[in-house]
């Protein structure tokens, strides 16, 4: 299958170019941020691993002007904070690729917490949730799912967004891994007890496909939500990327608009992926801000008109 890539600006932000406040190691891998814009700045919240012994991740944050983003006239030097770290048996392994959301001049955060199951030495991952008001974090809890015979844990819960968020409700983009085929499910959330119900899902992966899943963030442009999704082909295994348009209870899904290409994009620690997890509105632009090959982050642009083609 060809990837019709429609982002023709590209920029890369190598592990070298940060410096991590108040932790005295070296970042190995920058990758897999989520991204929000406030006013104009962009706040990026990044996968930080730090060794290849157990390639546990933790979570930072660092901000610039979205003028110095769309230029690509980024600082030679970024310091990042860390900000979540794994504290406890559901979160041992790391804590990784966040989706943010501004609600209430705070950030809304889901992310990957991988761990191991209360009960046993089952390995699992959770979908994470969390709020972080600039000084500190607040850890909310962990998601279950709830198909109809009570809410349970699923083997993983993954590469999910919020959509419209009202009161103690929300609707969701979600990818439990229920059973053999890792679709694209949509579902409600009760923020209040953390579990999602009435999941059905949106999307299945081809015969060219090993697998989907939602990338980034959801973003309302001209009454609809936009959200990445990502396929991983069964050909190369590579990461490609595309676009849902979501309006009311109608899903559409672009072809594949984001793939990695050439040395710097496809030659990582985990090669050929491009993946989430940051969306941004820019004027008559799409900035996409995700991981590049499990090792930097990329920004890329795109015209509006290029992407809902």
């Known amino acids: 299958m060809e990837c019709k890539d429609a982002f023709k600006r590209r920029f890369l932000i190598p592990p070298e170019r940060f410096r991590i406040l108040e932790y005295p190691r070296k970042p190995v891998a920058v990758f897999n941020p989520g991204a929000v814009l406030i006013r104009d700045e962009v706040h990026i919240f990044p996968r930080l691993v730090f060794d290849y012994y157990k390639y546990t991740s933790s979570i930072g944050h660092f901000k610039i002007s979205a003028q110095e983003l769309v230029e690509g006239d980024l600082p030679d030097v970024i310091d990042v904070e860390i900000i979540m770290w794994p504290k406890s048996r559901e979160d041992l392994l790391g804590v990784e690729d966040p989706r943010v959301h501004l609600v209430n001049n705070e950030i809304w955060m889901l992310y990957t917490a991988k761990g191991f199951d209360l009960s046993s030495e089952e390995r699992r991952d959770y979908l994470g949730f969390a709020k972080y008001n600039f000084q500190k974090i607040e850890r909310i809890g962990y998601f279950t799912i709830d198909m109809g015979s009570g809410k349970f844990y699923p083997k993983s819960n993954k590469d999910s967004t919020f959509l419209e968020i009202e009161g103690s409700k929300a609707r969701m983009l979600t990818r439990p891994h229920v059973d053999e085929t890792l679709s694209l499910w949509i579902g409600e959330a009760d923020l209040e007890d953390l579990t999602i119900r009435g999941l059905k899902v949106v999307k299945t992966p081809s015969i060219h496909e ?79 801000i995700g991981g590049v090959s499990d090792y930097a982050i990329g920004i890329f642009i795109a015209g509006k008109e290029d992407i809902l083609s």
């Open 210 to 288: 090993e697998k989907l899943g939602w990338s980034t963030n959801s973003i309302k442009m001209d009454g609809k939500w936009i959200v990445g999704w990502h396929s991983v082909m069964r050909k190369d295994l590579s990461y490609r990327n595309g676009f849902a348009i979501i309006e009311k209870n109608k899903v559409e899904f672009t072809d594949h608009k984001l793939c990695p290409n050439g040395l710097l994009e496809e030659y990582g620690d985990r090669a050929l992926v491009i993946f989430g997890c940051g969306l941004l509105n820019l004027g008559n632009d799409i900035v996409w």
